[in-house]
Nanobody
Framework: QVQLVESGGGLVQAGGSLRLSCAAS????????VAWFRQAPGKEGEFVAV????????ANADSVKGRFTVSRDNAKNTVYLQMNSLKPEDTAVYYC???????????????????WGQGTQVTVSS
């Protein structure tokens, strides 16, 4: 069993930066990919970024390319999402997710992720 806890959200002005963290407990990520998703009010969940188990492969959604960077520190069982040049449309609750069935080839498929954090709110003011 894996427990995921996100942190680092908050209120920031447009153009600002935040770094989200996703810490695992209970067991390690086990070399599984870890993804970030977000959900804005009244909208469906949206894939944001994913990183492979080793950290050597990454993929971002087009909406955040060039602005968001995902990284991981397996020694600390933590995955990060560095968010720069934030826009009001980035406002959402951000979730990290992982699981045995997670893959880099279809990272946006939510049903592949068994474990989800509780989410952290990111609000970007204009």
């Amino acid at each position: 069993q894996v427990q995921l806890v996100e942190s680092g959200g908050g209120l920031v002005q447009a153009g600002g930066s935040l770094r989200l963290s996703c810490a695992a407990s209970g067991r390690t990520f086990g070399g599984w990919p870890v993804a970030w998703f977000r959900q804005a009010p009244g909208k469906e969940g949206e894939f944001v970024a994913v990183i492979s188990g080793s950290g050597g492969l990454r993929a971002n959604a087009d909406s955040v390319k060039g602005r968001f960077t995902v990284s991981r520190d397996n020694a600390k069982n933590t995955v990060y999402l560095q968010m720069n040049s934030l826009k009001p449309e980035d406002t959402a609750v951000y979730y990290c997710a992982t699981g045995r069935a997670a893959t880099m080839t279809s990272p946006s498929t939510m049903r592949r992720y068994d474990y989800w954090g509780q989410g952290t709110q990111v609000t970007v003011s204009s």
